[in-house]
């Protein structure tokens, strides 16, 4: 594996994980419980897709073979997406929403507070521009975390259930595999191991505050990494790259 | 009666930048001063409106009574010497 290769495959990832996540987050779009949550969240969503296309595009670059972020987003199969899991997971109730952008959204504070150090330029500068966006995400996720464990006795059970059956998928976001190795040697990629413990500790103290239990089943579900997805992810992608399927290279 | 779910409303000012004045923008509705805060800027500043944002629980806002009008705002209308129409405006300045 050259350097290239393992600079494609990390932006690749990023990418794949901000692009999910809006697709998501998109989907509450009219449908969220008050209408300023209904622009939160689709403003997250914005704010993802905006991430997507800078990793995106900059993957394209550094791969060298001419695609560009539509490229990428829409003409690549299943098996080639490597966002993590939890990312695709369908939307659930609110609380289960909720509970995945604070699961998400506290990794990337610490990620990409990291990655701000970045060898590589163009990550150093999207990073610096996602940590503004994030951190939002971030005290958002945890002041509904706080309202629904400490709201009634309905809205701890939902956020419970939602935290029980997400935890299995919450670490998959530390993973590193060799392009990732390669990568920190070079000071590009970020050392995992401190962010995790950071994730855990901001997570552990907001659970406890919320009256919320912290789940100790420590299985954890692996592949989307590697392209290895839920039944989910391949639903998105009929409908998300449904134009470009049917109409190769329409444009507006 | 519908059960209201909406939550307190809360009146939403907006400062376009430093110094300006803040400008009532709107309302949102919240349970409480953080989540009011939150709910303001998602709605008001998308397209960099502001760079200030001040909430306030509706219900502590008095109003005038529009019945008393009269007593309040007609005196007023026959005194344009209150008025600093009078001044030549200094060459260079934008408002007095």
């Known amino acids: 594996m050259t350097t290239e290769q393992a600079l494609y495959k990390y932006c690749l990832r990023l990418g794949d994980n901000a692009l999910i996540q809006s697709y998501r987050l998109s989907e509450w779009c009219s449908n969220a419980p008050l209408l300023e949550e209904d622009l939160a969240l689709t403003n997250f969503a914005l704010d993802m897709i905006g991430r997507a296309q800078l990793l995106l595009s900059y993957a394209g670059v550094v791969e060298g073979m001419g695609k560009t972020d539509d490229d990428l987003a829409y003409r690549r199969g299943e098996r080639q997406f490597t966002n993590t ?168 | 009666m519908a059960i209201d779910s909406q939550l307190a409303i809360w009146e939403v000012f907006m400062q376009a930048k430093p110094g300006a004045n803040y400008i009532h923008a709107g309302s949102v509705h919240a349970s409480d001063k953080k989540m009011a805060l939150q709910n303001a800027r998602d709605t008001y500043t998308r397209r960099g409106e502001g760079t200030s944002i001040w909430v306030v629980p509706s219900d502590a806002i008095v109003a005038s009574n529009p019945d008393d009008n009269d007593m309040l705002f007609d005196p007023a209308n026959d005194k344009v010497y209150r008025h600093p129409t009078f001044y030549v405006m200094p060459e260079g300045a934008k408002a007095i």
């Open chain 1, 85 to 252: 899991l939890i990312s695709e997971l369908p939307n659930g109730d609110f609380a289960f929403t909720i509970a995945r952008l604070f699961f998400t959204s506290v990794y990337e504070y610490y990620f990409f507070t990291e990655l701000q150090n970045s060898a590589d330029t163009t990550l150093k500068a999207v990073a610096a521009k996602t940590l503004k966006e994030v951190k939002y995400h971030k005290a958002h996720a945890t002041d509904w975390m706080l309202r629904l464990g400490g709201g009634t006795e309905e809205s701890n059970t939902r956020v419970q259930a939602a935290v029980n059956a997400l935890w299995m998928y919450t670490g998959e976001q530390f993973e590193t595999d060799k392009a990732d190795a390669m990568l920190q040697d070079i000071n590009i990629a970020v050392d995992m191991p401190p962010v995790k413990d950071k994730w855990n500790v901001y997570v552990q103290e907001v659970l406890l505050d919320a009256g919320i239990s912290v789940p100790v089943a420590d299985y954890m579900q692996t592949g989307g990494r590697n392209g290895v997805h839920t039944e989910y992810l391949g639903h998105i992608l009929s409908e998300m790259q449904y134009l470009q399927r049917a109409y190769p290279d329409a444009t507006w």
